[in-house]
C-alpha cells in the first residue's frame, strides 16, 4: 500500500506501507531506529530537544514505526516527542535479559523493566516487547525463563506483541533466529540484513514469511555502508585474509558501481533501497541523528528496488558470505 504525505516543508513523499507479519500492525516500511551508532544524535552529543526533533521530524515523514530500548536511553525522548500522536504510531522496545537464580525472580526483573518502559514511553502498552540481543547460548534460558512472564503481560494487555532481536555483531551466520524461527511465540524479528551480508535471505527469512513473523531489519546501512574508510578497510582486510575475491572491485570505492544513473544516487542510498526490497523484510529501520540524512533515508527507503544488473553483482560478490556485519 503507498500512501502519499505532504511534509511542512513542501516536499511530496511517497511513503509506503506494510502489514507487520501475523500482528496485523500496518505501519510505515520506514521505522526510526533509536538506537545504533547515532541513538538520536545523543551519541554525538545532541540535546534532548534535537532529539526530540528528530523522532517529530520522523513522524512528519509519514513514519509510524519508531524503535527503542531501555539500553539504549531514548525512551524518555520518544516518549515525550510522540506525546499526543501515540494512537498514530507503533513503538517497539527491548530488555536485556540478566540471568537470574530462580524464575519468579526473572518475571519480577522482566515485569519492572517492562513498567519502567511504560512510565519513560508515557503509554499504557508496549506495541512490540524484544527481548534485546540474545545470544544463541541464551535462547533456551530466554525460551524457558522469560517467555512464561511474557505471555503473562501480553495477556494482561501491558505488552500488545513478542518479539526477539538477534545479537547480529557476534552472530553473523543468525544461529539464534535459525532455532527462534521454528518457535510460534514470536512474533517480529529484529534480524541484521545488508547489502555485505544477505545471509538472513536463505537461512531466517523463507520461515518468517512462511510463519508469518514481522521482521524488522538493523543494520542496512550501520558504520561500514555510511563510512568509506571503514568500507574500504573492511573489503581489503577480507580480501587480504582470502575471505572476499575482491579482484572485480575497485578497492578505493568497492561500492561505487551501485551509484550511476540508473541506479542510486550514494551507497547508502543503495543500502537502504537494497535491505527494503528484500521479499520478507517489512520495516527497515534508519538510525540517525541527522535531520538532512533522516529525509534522504526515508526517501531511499520509498523509492524502487536497484536494477537488476546491480543486484546480481551484490549477489555473485557477497550473496554467499557472512564475514561482514556492517559494524
Ligand atoms: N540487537 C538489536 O536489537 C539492535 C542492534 C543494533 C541496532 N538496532 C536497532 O536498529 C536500528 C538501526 O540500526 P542503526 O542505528 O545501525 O542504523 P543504520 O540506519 O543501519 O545506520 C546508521 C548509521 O549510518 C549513518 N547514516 C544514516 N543515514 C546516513 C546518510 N544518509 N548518510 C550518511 N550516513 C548516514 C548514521 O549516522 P548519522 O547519525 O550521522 O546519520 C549512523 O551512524 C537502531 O537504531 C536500533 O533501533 C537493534
Redesign the pocket.
Known sequence: MTATKFVATGIVIHVDTVELGKTGLQISVAGL??????RL?QRLGASTEESIQIVREALDLGITYF???QAYGTEEIVGHALKGHRDEVVIST?ANIVRTDSRSEQAKSIRSAVEASLVKLQTETIDVF?L??IADDDYDYCVSEVLPELLSLRDQGVIRYIAI????GKDSTHEMLQRAKFDDFWDVF?VGFNLLNPSARLTVLPETMSNNIGVEV??????AI?RPEVLRKMIVDASAEGLLDASALDLEDPLGFLVHNAGASSV?EAAYRFARHEPGCDVV??????RE?LR??VRSINLPTLPETDLERLRSLFGQLTIFTGN
Not at 531506529?33 to 547515532?38: N, R, V
Not at 532481536?165 to 547480529?168: G, P, Q
Open positions: 531506529g533509536c538506537g545504533g551508532a547515532s544524535g524503535d527503542t530500548a527491548k524484544h534485546h540481543g532481536s538477534e545479537l547480529f529484529m538493523m543494520f542496512a546501512v550501520r558504520r555510511s547508502v529501520l534508519t538510525g540517525t541523528g541527522n540524512h534522504e533515508n
